[in-house]
């Protein structure tokens, strides 16, 4: 059973999210034209990423708690974890967007975003020889200075469903980082953890929840537009 550890946790994470996918209210199945091509994309982007470090030891996957059937470097249940833990997080988008109407406002908005960008452009440019660190926060912070440029709308309501997010983030990272699942090799990384969790993650989750949030809203503008 020991081998089944990590998709016992993909199937946990997307339990909840899933079983209430066709509730009437959130309606969460109407996203999934938009939402599984705003997946791919990003999964695509995070699993070359993950080979790339995977081969370079940045972090590795442990034997023991995965069945051990790779594509290239990575583990199957590696793969689905980019399909399964953006599904999750987009859950909380759509939910918070439908019970919380009042957000953070423009002012506040605005400003995070200068801060983060800020912080992402520093961390990158003071740990360029720490391969996880730079990386994540050179992407994170040219991701964001798009999103800046191109002065979209849903930034607070992001932001939010990034706040929340970090609930299950911790449950779910905490195990496989703890057990662990999944290994981290700290010559590549700040060597700050928030229990058994790097703080890099923190940024990297950042980057692939902006990602898949941006391109389904992206997706869902084009229907107004062509509609």
Same mark, same amino acid.
């Given at each position: $059973? ?23 209210? /959130? ?10 091509? !705003?997946? *791919?994309?990003?999964? @695509? ?6 080979? +790339? ?17 790779? /594509? ?24 918070? #967007?439908?019970?919380?109407? #009042?957000?953070?406002?423009? %002012?506040?908005?605005? *400003? /995070?975003?200068?801060? *983060? ?6 961390? !990158? ?17 040219? +991701? ?5 440029? *191109?002065? @979209? ?12 997010? %970090? /609930? ?15 290994? +981290?090799?700290? #010559? ?15 940024? +990297? ?5 902006? $990602? ?16």
């Amino acid at each position: $059973m020991e081998k089944y550890t990590y998709w016992l946790i993909l199937i946990c994470s997307v339990g909840f999210p899933l079983s209430f996918s066709f509730e009437k209210r /959130i309606s969460y199945y109407k996203t999934w034209k938009y939402l599984f091509p !705003a997946i *791919l994309i990003t999964a @695509v982007f995070f699993i070359i990423w993950d080979h +790339y470090f995977t081969l370079n030891n940045v972090w590795s996957f442990s034997e023991r708690y995965t069945t051990g059937f790779k /594509i290239y470097s990575l583990p199957i249940e590696e793969i689905m974890f980019f399909i399964v833990i953006p599904y999750c997080c987009v859950f909380i988008y759509e939910s918070l #967007n439908y019970y919380i109407k #009042n957000s953070f406002s423009t %002012k506040a908005t605005n *400003l /995070i975003n200068i801060i *983060l960008l800020f912080i992402f452009i520093t961390v !990158a440019l003071t740990h360029i020889d720490k391969a996880y660190t730079f990386y994540t926060s050179f992407f994170a912070s040219v +991701y964001l200075a798009i999103i800046i440029l *191109l002065k @979209v709308d849903f930034m607070a309501k992001f932001y939010q469903t990034y706040l929340v997010s %970090k /609930i299950p983030f911790l449950i779910v990272n905490g195990i496989l980082t703890a057990l662990p699942v999944v290994m +981290y090799n700290d #010559n590549e990384n700040l060597g700050i953890r928030i229990y058994t969790i790097p703080l890099d993650d923190t940024i +990297y989750s950042f980057l692939m929840l902006l $990602m898949t949030i941006s391109l389904m809203e992206f997706f869902r503008g084009l229907k107004k537009i062509v509609f």
